[in-house]
């Protein structure tokens, strides 16, 4: 029996206490990154039907309403109050557009900085 014995069992109560408390720690990581990449999963579904939105039914509606205030505005139908309302309304979409491809994008990133790629 070593002469040391209780400073060398001290150290080993304290080696499985911090192995302990590495292991509470890496399963807290592990739970937040699991939550991390499930909210960025569902970002990335959100913004992708944001997209398909736009692309099947709101641009082509705005389409149709800039084309509509050209036509009323060249025939003298509507003033340039008007026009200029239906080309703001036809910018506001397209930038709307815009940001949902930019956040479509960046919940992409997020995915694979998550994964580590």
């Known amino acids: 029996m070593p002469i040391f014995f209780k400073a060398f069992s001290s150290r080993i109560k304290a080696a499985k206490i911090e192995k302990q408390v590495a292991e509470s720690q890496f399963s807290l990581f592990e739970t937040n990154l699991e939550g991390q990449y499930k909210q960025a999963y569902q970002d990335l579904q959100k913004n ?5 939105y736009y692309k099947k039914s709101a641009l ?3 389409n149709l309403i800039l084309k509509q205030s050209q036509i009323a505005f060249k025939n003298g139908e509507i003033g ?3 026009y200029l309302q239906g080309l703001s309304t036809y910018s506001e979409i397209h930038f709307n557009y815009l940001q949902a491809i930019n956040q ?3 919940s992409v990133y997020t995915l694979q900085y998550l994964m580590g790629l």
Do not use: D, F, L, T
Not at 48 to 52: D, F, G, P, V, Y
């Open 60 to 62: 082509p509606n705005v």
């Open 104 to 106: 479509y994008n960046q």
């Open 48 to 52: 992708a039907r944001s997209i398909e």
């Open 80 to 82: 340039y109050v008007e």
